[in-house]
Nanobody, 122 residues
Framework: QVQLVESGGGLVQAGGSLRLSCAAS????????MAWFRQAPGKERDFVAT????????YYSDSVKGRFTISRDNAKNTVYLQMNSLKPEDTAAYYC???????????????WGQGTQVTVSS
């Protein structure tokens, strides 16, 4: 497994932007599919975006498509989530995850970070 640490969360006004980072330990980062999930208070954890091991393929939830961009730098063992045009409903704890296949289902990811909080004020 790989160890993951998220950063970059914070408080932002609606319409603003944030970039989340997820730093991974280990020499096999480039072999993992990576993803971002989020969990709002009192709700289940939801899929946000995923990226293939090479970075050549991405997939987004409908709720963030066109506003968020997932990317990765395998040389830096880091995956990013650029979030633009943020809305109050994007408020959640954001988690990065590592797995072996591109999927929206969290049970297929076997390594998780501790999460970083994003709060969007109206």
């Amino acid at each position: 497994q790989v160890q993951l640490v998220e950063s970059g969360g914070g408080l932002v006004q609606a319409g603003g932007s944030l970039r989340l980072s997820c730093a991974a330990s280990g020499r096999t980062f480039s072999s993992y599919v990576m993803a971002w999930f989020r969990q709002a208070p009192g709700k289940e954890r939801d899929f946000v975006a995923t990226i293939s091991s090479s970075g050549g393929n991405t997939y987004y939830s409908d709720s963030v498509k066109g506003r968020f961009t997932i990317s990765r730098d395998n040389a830096k063992n880091t995956v990013y989530l650029q979030m633009n045009s943020l809305k109050p409903e994007d408020t959640a704890a954001y988690y990065c995850a590592a797995g072996s296949r591109m999927t929206t289902t969290e049970r297929h990811y076997n390594s998780w970070g501790q999460g970083t909080q994003v709060t969007v004020s109206s």
